[in-house]
């Protein structure tokens, strides 16, 4: 369940980081909920992890509702 609400989060777009982080419990519950680590499960929540550190994408439903937040990295 908490890899179908995670997963359909993040194809519509919507609350990004929330979607991303059910995404990353359940792939870490089935890498190592099972004594033994498959990499399959390890690759799909480091990519969750990603996508909770880095947040929605320029064309997602969260950046048209929320605006896109853009850091300035010049320097003054």
Known sequence: ????????????????????????????WLAFGRGAIDIAPVIAAAVAVSLIMLGPGAWSADARLYGRKRLDLRLK
């Not at 919507?14 to 990353?24: E, F, H, I, N, R």
Request: charged residues 5%.
């Open 1 to 28: 369940m908490l890899e179908l609400a995670g997963g359909t989060l993040l194809l519509l777009g919507l609350w990004t980081p929330v979607g991303a982080v059910l995404l990353a419990v359940s792939q870490a």
